[in-house]
């Protein structure tokens, strides 16, 4: 009987000892992944670090590519494009103006009523249309013929008390956000389609002629006289309202900036010098590369499998298109070499940008003591459950690496638009105030970045310079904006009113 109790006592020690290695060896394995996780974390970290030497390294290259861009056409990776635009509005301009915005899958059309500098903006209205799938992908004249008849309908709505005078032609301003070789301030040959739509007989043709053809067709007597982008639309918008706005910035799904040059500082510039001194120039920023930008293997990746490989460098580690994708691509490295969601890769991760930058500022904006917001969405959009605490914390702290990052080199790009301004010192004795006009949702509405940026470019400019530089919202820059460019840009400013 003992040596029964004795052997049931040594197998029972010895099941013992060997759950309790495996138990032991299943935790190192555990504590291996967790480390490996953390590992790919930290080195991402270090590999996109922003330290205030490589910004400033950042902001003198834009300022040296800007020079290139303005000296001649390709002599940068900016194109620096003349946009014809020389009068900005300055508050003076009266009358009934239209605006058409057309940048995507809906197109706007707006109109304003100006009183002047006592009334500034009586009365705004605006209509959205969206615009038919075929449609984006059928002929020229079909789809001016569908957007110029939407306008005239909207022209058909103006009130009794507010007509143009007899004789006199409506006026538009037309925000127009397709890759564009502006000729005129109110002509531009379309150089390609881009976000789905596909037309071949538009490219290489004015796109005011066939929106002018099509007003035609439907009997609608109205002129284009301006011809903008977004972003120079922005800019517009934000000198109606301060006059020391010297740049605009869009920060949303895509970025771009725009600001005033003097136009004797451009070489390029072969034609009569405008009465005004200045010429806004678009410089398409989003093209902006350089050697002092910290990339990742993660952003030569998403860029290779890219529809334009080696363009819009810049754009793709700062813009909200591309956020929420960075976060998702080390997600899935972590997924696949430190098994951070479990033995098996979530196959949601694995679907290109299906985390968007609205998803990842919800997750880092989540104050709450579980990360609940965090929980939520990894649910919701990827369909993983069961995360813990430390791994909802590691997630955060990757929205907040990526977010950071975007956000330090958008204001290193700000300064080098000063720089090349010369308004990134304090002169004796000048309070010369500097006003940016920004735009876009990740600015709007990215707490944490937009927070983020504004530190950073005080940290760059210093407390002396930091008070005379403004950073100012814009919203609906583009559509207004392009209304107070047709008129500032008009033949005729002035409205009966019966």
Known sequence: MGKVAMGAAVVCAAAVCAAATLLVRHRMKNSGKW??????????????GTPISKLKQVADAMTVEMHAGLASEGGSKLKMIISYADNLPTGDEKGLFYALDLGGTNFRVLRVHLGGKESRVIKKEFEEVSIPPHLMTGSSDALFDYIASALAKFVATESEDLHVSPGRQRELGFTFSFPVRQTSISSGTLIKWTKGFSIDDTVGQDVVGELTKAM????????????????????????YNNPDVVAAVILGTGTNAAYVERAHAIPKWHG?????????????????????LPLTEYDQALDAESLNPGEQIFEKIISGMYLGEIVRRVLCKMAEEAAFFGDTVPPKLKI?????????????????????????????ILEISNTSLKMRKVIVELCDIVATRGARLS???????????????????????????LDGGLYEH??????????????LLGEEVSENIVIELSNDGSGIGAALLAASHSQCSEVDES
């Open 446 to 459: 990215y707490t944490k970045f937009r927070t983020c940026m504004e530190n950073t470019l005080r940290e």
């Open 35 to 48: 480390g490996r996780a953390l590992f790919i974390l930290k080195e991402f970290e270090e590999k996109c």
């Open 272 to 292: 009569l010098l405008p009465k005004s001194g200045d010429m806004v120039i678009n410089m398409e920023w989003g093209n902006f590369r350089s050697s002092h």
């Open 216 to 239: 035609e067709r439907v009997g609608l007597d109205m002129r284009v006289a301006a011809l903008v982008n977004d972003t120079i639309g922005t800019l517009a918008g934000g000198r």
């Open 352 to 380: 290109p940008f299906i985390l968007r930058t609205p998803h990842m500022s919800a997750m880092h904006h989540d104050t709450s003591p579980d990360l609940k917001m965090v929980g939520t969405k990894l649910k919701d």
């Open 411 to 437: 204001a290193a790009g700000i300064v080098g638009i000063l720089k090349k301004l010369g308004r990134d010192t304090v002169k004796d004795g000048e309070k010369q105030k500097s006003v940016v006009a």
